[in-house]
C-alpha cells in the first residue's frame, strides 16, 4: 500500500487521539492538519501551496447564511430558559398528567419535545429538565431508572425535533434546504415522542411502584387556578413553535428569519413572565457567544483538517472504500451509520457533521440516494448515539447535575429500553422512506 494511502486514514486516528487525552477539538484537528502537512511535504505527497487556499475556505464558511440561524436558535432557547418557562411548563403539565401512574414521566416527554422545539440544544435540555424534574421524581417514588431513563431520551429530541441545530448543519453539509430537512424529520421526532409515551405507559401499568400518580394534595387545584396556568405556560410556547415552524413549512420564512423570529419571541415572553433583565439579557448573550465562537473554531479547525485531507488524497481513499464496498447502497449506508454512531460517542455533532459528512455525501449522490432522508437518518442516529452507555454525551450532561444518590448505572440501566426504541425507529425509518418524505411533498405541492 502506497504511503498516502496510509497518511490520511493515520489523519482521524490521530486526531481521535489528541481528543482522548483532553484537547480541545478546534485545536486538535489544526494541530494534526500541520503535523500530517509537514509529513506529507517530506514524502513527497503533499503540495504546501494547498494551504493558501484556506482563507478562502474560511471566508466562504463564515458568509455561509444558512448557518447564521445556529446563533439564533441558541439564544432563544438560553432566553427561555433564563426566563424560567421550561420549569412553568413541567410543573403545569406534570400537575395535568399527575392523576395518573407515570404523569411526571409523560410530563418530561411533553415538555421535551416542546423544548427541543424552542431550543434545537441537546445540553440545554437535558440540564434544564434534570435539574427541574429529577428531585421532583425521586421525591415522588419514581425509580432512579425510569426517571434518568426519560430525561436523559427526552432531552435527546432536541437532536432531531425541528429547529434543531444539528439538521441545520446537516442541511449545509449535504447541500439540501434546511426548511426540507425540518419538515421531513418532523413525523420521526413525533414517532420518537409517542415510543416513549407508550413505553412509560406500559412500564407504570405493569409495575405501577416506578411510576406512582402524585399524590391529591399535589395535584388538586381549583379548576379557574389551572385553567389560568395553563394559559400561562402552555400557549405562549407552543404560539412560538407555531410562529418558527409554521413560517418554515408554509414557506414564508427561511430557517435564519424564523430564527429571528423566535428569538424575539424569547425576549417578549420573557418580558411578559417579568423575567427579563439586563442580567438575564447578558447571560443569554454570553452562553450565545460562547457556543458560537466555540462552532466558529471548529469549523477553522475542520476546514484546516479537510485540506490537508484532501491534499493527501484521503476523499481518494474514502470513495474507493466506500463506493466498492459489499452489498453496494446497503453495504454504503451500514458502514457510514456505523461510523457516525462510533464517532458519536467521543466527539461533538458539528465535528462529525464538517469533517465526516463531506466524505459520505458523493457517495451518496453516487448511488442516487435521497439526501433530505439521508440527513434525517443520520439526524436519528445521531440521537441514539447520544444516548448510549459508555460515551453518550447525555449522560454526562445528566450526570454531571444528577444528585449522589443517582449513580452512573442507574442512569445506564434507564436509557437502554429508549436506545431500543430509537433504534426501532432508525430501521424503519430506513425501510419506510415516506416517513421522510411524506411531509416535504405535501409542503413542496402547497
Known sequence: MAIVDLLSPAMFVGALGLLLLGYPVAFSLGAVAILFSIIGSLFGVFNWTLWGTLPLRIFDVMSNYTLLAIPYFI????????????????????????????????????VGALLAATTGVVAATVVAMGLISLPVML??????????????????????????????????????SVGDLFIGAMLPGLLITGAYAIHIAIAAWLRPDVAPALPPEVRNIGGKDLGKRVLQAMVPPLVLILLVLGSIFFGMATPTEAGAVGSLGAVL???????????????????????????????????????????????????????????????????????????G????????????????????????????????????????????????????????????????????????PFICLQLVILVAVIVFPQIVNFLPSIANTL
Not at 83 to 98: D, H
Not at 149 to 169: D, E, F, N, R
Not at 277 to 305: H, K, N, P, Y
Open 75 to 110: 439564544f432563544m432557547g438560553a432566553m427561555l430558559e433564563k426566563s424560567g418557562i421550561a420549569e412553568r411548563l413541567l410543573e403545569t403539565i406534570g400537575i395535568l398528567f399527575g392523576r395518573i401512574r407515570g404523569g411526571l414521566a409523560l410530563a418530561v416527554v411533553v
Open 139 to 176: 421525591r415522588y417514588g419514581y425509580s432512579k431508572e425510569l426517571a434518568t431513563g426519560v430525561i436523559a431520551a427526552s432531552g435527546t429530541l432536541g437532536q432531531i425535533i425541528p429547529p434543531s441545530v444539528v439538521l441545520v448543519v446537516l442541511g449545509d453539509q449535504l447541500g439540501v
Open 269 to 343: 415572553l420573557a418580558g411578559a413572565n417579568r423575567q427579563l433583565s439586563w442580567e438575564s439579557i447578558r447571560q443569554t448573550s454570553d452562553a450565545t457567544l460562547r457556543i458560537t465562537v466555540m462552532v466558529m473554531f471548529i469549523l477553522v479547525g475542520s476546514a484546516a483538517f479537510s485540506l490537508v485531507f484532501r491534499g493527501l488524497q484521503g476523499a481518494h481513499v474514502v470513495s474507493s472504500f466506500l463506493g466498492n464496498l459489499p452489498g453496494g447502497q446497503t453495504g454504503f449506508l451500514f458502514v457510514s451509520m456505523l461510523t457516525v454512531f462510533i464517532l
Open 345 to 416: 460517542f467521543f466527539i461533538d455533532f458539528f465535528e462529525i457533521a464538517f469533517i465526516v459528512i463531506p466524505l459520505f455525501v458523493p457517495i451518496a449522490q453516487t448511488f442516487g440516494m435521497d439526501l433530505v432522508w439521508y440527513g434525517v437518518v443520520l439526524g436519528v442516529n445521531l440521537q441514539t448515539s447520544f444516548l448510549t452507555p459508555p460515551f453518550g454525551f447525555a449522560l454526562f450532561y445528566l450526570r454531571g447535575i444528577a444528585p449522589p444518590e443517582v449513580s452512573t448505572g442507574d442512569i445506564y440501566r434507564g436509557v437502554i
